[in-house]
């Protein structure tokens, strides 16, 4: 990674203006799952450590243009505090004088937490008076934010233009082992992409194919290949509008593009419906394709054997059916025994691993399933993009 990082900056003494993607499940007022949250303590931990204030700032959901107690941070702050075993002071706002005054009042070692960036409905427009006045808060901004780094929003790549910006130990992270899978990757190497629409990949197919070895597609993504070599899909998911698209991408790369053999299929698509498991040019009329089957995951065993690296983005079947799930974990397994370095791009893939109870089996698994996708793209992200060189 070419990007400056915390430890290349001095910190004692300064007021770290630190954004974190806190965008976390809540229920009831309380986070569900603290994921991300545990995610960004290395940095957290370090900065506080370095003799520095910290002031935090994140987006949580979508606010509907303006403050709303629902979309409160207070509960992230709350869990934040108990992990790091100090207070988290929480601000009534991101930005606005009485904000100002707290983060004047912060002494080194302690920490508060801002309120939801996108109770500002300038935030996602990337307005650079809202990121102005960020950053009169602080004196060096960290991004640790790698899940909205693919966003150029005033909190993530317009404070960037006032202070001195470096990334954070999470953000180093996710470049360090997404890069490997766009710069210079270790062969085999093998990639899998999952997930419904081939529309949103179509980038990413392209990109992956011009590096990698092997290039596994499932899910609702397959169908529409294999209606591209003329099979007749019946009621599955396919995308009738990308067929010549996906034809002019098997008619260059076909050897290297592994499709699959057989299918769990069903005659609706609910978790209950009749399944049956037959080969993918045998799907009777009305049926469709909910997950891979039997001879598909042993292809899946006999293409990962050996391989160095392996990028994984998108689930093979509709896992969150149980019934349908089958096809996913298996995979998920295969990557956990691989001895190849795994890479597991955020979203649906990260809670697929984590279903299978193989995630700390994984090298890295992203957090940041949006931005995890685009980097594969080959795309620079903004949030990435305003940071400092080394």
């Known amino acids: 990674m070419n990007k400056k990082t915390v430890r290349d900056i001095d910190l004692k003494n300064k007021r770290v203006l630190m954004r974190v993607d806190f965008n976390v499940p809540m229920e009831g007022g309380k986070v569900t799952d603290d994921k991300r949250i545990k995610a960004a303590l290395p940095t957290i931990q ?8 910290l002031l935090l700032m994140s987006h ?6 303006g403050p709303d107690p629902e979309f409160s941070l207070k509960a992230a702050a709350d869990v934040l505090a108990g992990r790091l075993g100090i207070p988290v002071r929480m601000a009534p706002d991101c930005v606005g004088p009485e904000v100002e005054r707290l983060a004047q009042t912060l002494q080194p ?3 508060l937490m801002l309120e939801n960036t996108r109770f500002h409905p300038e935030e996602e427009k990337n ?6 006045k960020m950053a009169a808060l602080g004196d060096v901004y960290v991004n640790d934010a790698f899940g909205s780094a693919h966003r150029a929003h005033s909190s993530t790549e317009g404070v960037a233009h006032f202070l001195p910006a470096v990334s954070g130990f999470l953000m180093e992270q996710e470049l360090e082992y997404l890069g490997r899978a766009t710069a210079n990757p270790e062969h085999p190497y093998i990639a899998i992409l999952g997930g419904a629409k081939i529309s949103d990949k179509i980038l990413v197919v392209e990109n992956l194919l011009a590096r990698c070895d092997q290039l596994i597609i499932g899910g609702g993504m397959a169908n529409t290949f294999l209606a591209a070599k003329g099979l007749d899909m019946q009621d599955s998911l396919a ?3 990308s067929i010549e698209t996906a034809r002019g991408i098997l008619s260059k790369s076909a050897s290297r593009i592994v499709l699959p053999l057989d299918a769990v299929i069903a005659d609706k698509f609910e978790a209950e419906a009749n399944s049956q498991v037959v080969d993918v040019d045998c799907i009777p009329a009305g049926w469709r394709m909910m997950d891979v089957g039997p001879k598909t995951v042993e292809l899946y065993r006999q293409v990962l054997g050996g391989a160095k690296l392996i990028v994984w983005n998108g689930p093979v079947g509709v896992f ?7 096809g996913t974990f298996a995979l998920a397994k295969l990557l956990a025994e691989s001895g190849a370095v795994t890479v597991i791009g955020g979203g649906d893939s990260a ?7 193989v995630a700390k089996q994984m090298t890295h698994v992203s957090t940041g399933g949006g931005a995890s996708l685009e980097f594969l793209e ?4 903004p949030g990435v993009a305003a940071l400092l060189d080394k």
């Not at 949580?60 to 243009?65: A, D, Q």
């Not at 080959?378 to 992200?381: R, S």
């Open 60 to 65: 949580l959901g979508r606010p509907k243009g």
């Open 378 to 381: 080959g795309k620079e992200l």
């Open 109 to 111: 070692g302690e920490a």
């Open 239 to 241: 995308e009738a509008e």
């Open 127 to 132: 307005d650079l008076e809202l990121a102005k």
């Open 46 to 53: 370090y900065v506080l450590g370095q003799g520095a204030s």
């Open 320 to 326: 969150e059916m149980p019934k349908f799930a089958g």
């Open 351 to 357: 809670s697929a691993v984590k279903k299978a109870g």
